[in-house]
């Protein structure tokens, strides 16, 4: 559908706290990716950012342009792309439309976040003035929301508890192997019974954490894992909006666009990064995106469908439960590992055996934008 | 150079201090767009929304996501382009992007900013995170890199202090016909040098104003005006490193880009808009554009020549000086300008007749990112 490839892919560790600095991070990433691809920072003909908060929190106004400076590629055409926790896709389908419209040969795309700057209220604060009216002045905010809907899914196709455990469970799990993973830790199901209630019934084992990192792609006509299809949709705002609470239309929306025009379904891929800000969020979009039949994603994943070693791996790397959630570079990391995995660069720990089709979707605030990705080899 | 057009424009009228929300005026000129190209929301495949400030003022994160909604248009893809005060131009560039590479049929730009929530001393300082250690630090501003630069050209090519006050005077005389300008009133050379100290030799006068205001374009294959090239390029990033301080690179390579690849060159342009943040900008984009040889374009405007009944008018609808200057809306207004000169749309006291090609220029910092546009009729 497009003629992009990933030429090359980076990214640094993800973790609580780096001791590198914003810049510092997304410097990183990109030299690594402009490696792997075997280009110099003088082939880049485009810059794309991908940053939700840097501006927001008060770091850097313009990153961009701190960027491009920081890579010594001062000259090439550069922007910030933003779209909350997606803005990391977003900005590689910026990427892709610039290689793809002859507008850049070589794109390289950068995501990157330092979370550490703030308290993690702020940042909840921040995320959660996206619909200002009706849910920032409620209090409302991206966990209330999650609660909510796992509330809602438990109730209604009679899930156990045990079910949400299990996406955490298995996510943490891929993420031991994963040497860039924020947290390399093995849990158990009771380790996420017995954490910290957050939003009930999701528990601190339910969500994502707050990240330091960067992650960096390279786009270009010339080499490396097509970019079969890109799509992405907005869905209803106000999350009070939605007749059905737990249909989230952007995702929907999104994943339709990106199989139509292709030959391809999702029964054609062969591994999968779902958006886990929340444990119930990756059951949620598997079952939106038609991977499993609506209240069936919770059985398939207690039956280890979605383990590396099923017959649908979801996020291989961790996801944002395990690997981390740096927000805008979160998308970026979701394609790296991709592009990995379908190039079967990856130990056998945690390599999905001949991987020739990726999936991931990479979502905006609480499903107010969805961003998907098809990758072949 | 692309296939895309402009099919449609429109803007709301820049002020001081709107009454209306910053989604409500993204959706006005929106709205005036799609109603000037004959579009309804439903034919919509893209939308690309250009801010500065919304997220750093904590007024809204997710904007694509919040006028998207707005505009009832919820399903269709948007995210958030952001290159401080080019935010503008580039999100126009990421619409073409999206036409010319089959990603969008009809693709909905919308550049906006309500900067009367905050005072001018916040916004200042948030402008002035770009170089952090450098410059910000050092408590360096915008206004105060325009002064010395000011300084610079007045003293090597022996420039009367009036020519600076000249930029300003023609750009207010332009506005005073122009209904959705800021500034819709005469100044004289006496009112300009007699205006307070901003940053010496600047005064009040030579400098923007804090705006609120949106403008919105549509852009399609179907019809209208012509893009007929893009271009836009990053420059040396901190000022300091500056060989030259009175060169601004970004703004050099920008426009050597634009007119590479097509036949046209800077002769060739019959009106143009130029990023006159403040007057010194005006004269300096105008020489580092090839418009007028290095020091040339003070006594070519003491002379009349970028007036609206000039060789070459510059800033007609007022520029930012006297327009308005809502960051994320100005690069998108100077090209709605553009299209009612290239179209012939405008009452005979400030319609550029017989205008063929349109330039125009946005830049982000002080010349840290220039972002160029090229539309014929």
Known sequence: MTATRVSGAGMTRFEAASDRSLLELATAAADDALADAGYATTDVTSIHVGNALAEALGTQTGIANAVTASLGAEGVRADRIENTSASGASAVHRGVEAVASGGSSVALVVGVEKMSVA???????????????????????????????????????????????????????????????????????????????????????????????????????????????????????????????????????????????????????????????????????LEELGFYDRGAAWEATLEGETRLDGELPVNPGGGLKARGHPLGATGVSQLVELTWQLRGDLPDERQVPGAETGFAINVAGFGNNSVCTLLQA
């Open 119 to 285: 308290e993690t209220a702020d940042v909840t604060e921040s995320m959660s003035r996206l619909v200002h009216d009706r849910e920032y002045v409620q209090g409302l905010t991206l966990p209330s929301f999650a609660g909510l809907a796992a509330s809602a899914y438990l109730d209604r196709y009679g899930v156990p508890r045990e079910a949400l455990a299990a996406v955490a469970v298995k996510n943490h799990a891929n993420a031991v192997h994963n040497p860039v993973a924020q947290f390399r830790k093995r849990i158990s199901v009771a380790d996420a019974l017995e954490s910290p209630l957050v939003a009930d019934p999701l528990r601190l084992y339910d969500c994502c954490p707050m990240t330091d990192g960067a992650a960096a792609l390279v786009l270009s006509r010339e080499r490396g894992v097509r970019v079969a299809s890109t799509a992405s949709a907005t869905g209803t705002h106000a999350v009070a909006d939605r007749a059905d609470p737990l249909a989230i239309e952007s995702v929907r929306i999104a994943g339709e666009r990106l199989f139509d025009g292709t030959n391809l379904s999702p029964r054609d891929v062969d591994v999968a990064c779902v958006h886990d800000a929340f444990t119930v969020l990756e059951l949620l979009e």
